[in-house]
């Protein structure tokens, strides 16, 4: 299998920063390009009035813009540590649902390759996470998907 895009949905926790030391290896091994996502998730403000409540659609406009601020700035910072370790690293700052918008994302632009991490549940637990995003791209992915724990 040739590797030549690898992709990290990465949001700043230790499990995407675990996935990110695998990304860069294998990128070296493979000199392969390592494109890390930031994904601001789509908030409903209508239907969530417990953090919500009271908001305008200007106060979501400004929050969202605050997100993707925040999260240019820090993936931005990780993407300049990799190319200063001789990794060719890209990133991408998208808005939408998580799950679908990393599949699209794959899909648009070649990955070989998702390295993306996921909570370790034990007992019934496991069971119970058909919700888990890292479990629909496994199912749903066109590429390798490989989860770190």
């Given amino acids: 299998m040739i590797i030549r895009n690898?992709?990290?949905?990465?949001?700043?926790?230790?499990?995407?920063?675990?996935?990110?030391e695998l990304g860069k290896e294998i990128a070296r091994n493979f000199n392969a390009n390592l494109e890390l996502l930031t994904i601001i998730p789509m908030?409903?403000?209508?239907?969530?009035?417990?953090i919500y409540s009271g908001a305008t659609m200007g106060?979501?406009?400004?929050?969202?813009?605050?997100?993707?601020?925040?999260?240019?700035?820090?993936?931005?910072?990780?993407?300049?540590?990799?190319r200063e370790e001789g990794v060719k690293a890209f990133y991408k700052v998208l808005e939408g649902d998580i799950s679908y918008t990393i599949l699209k994302y794959a899909k648009k632009n070649k990955t070989n390759l998702i390295i993306m991490g996921s909570r370790r549940m034990k007992g019934l637990a496991a069971l119970?996470?058909?919700?888990?995003?890292?479990?629909?791209?496994s199912e749903h992915s066109t590429c390798p998907v490989t989860i770190v724990h």
Avoid at 6 to 20: M, V
Avoid at 43 to 50: A, G, I, V
Avoid at 128 to 137: C, E, H, Q
Wanted: net charge positive; glycine share 8%.
């Fill in 59 to 82: 106060d979501y406009g400004k929050i969202v813009k605050e997100l993707k601020t925040r999260g240019e700035k820090e993936i931005k910072t990780v993407t300049e540590k990799c």
């Fill in 43 to 50: 908030f409903y403000p209508m239907s969530e009035p417990s």
């Fill in 128 to 137: 119970k996470r058909l919700g888990s995003t890292a479990r629909y791209v």
């Fill in 6 to 20: 690898i992709l990290i949905p990465y949001e700043g926790s230790p499990l995407s920063k675990k996935a990110l």
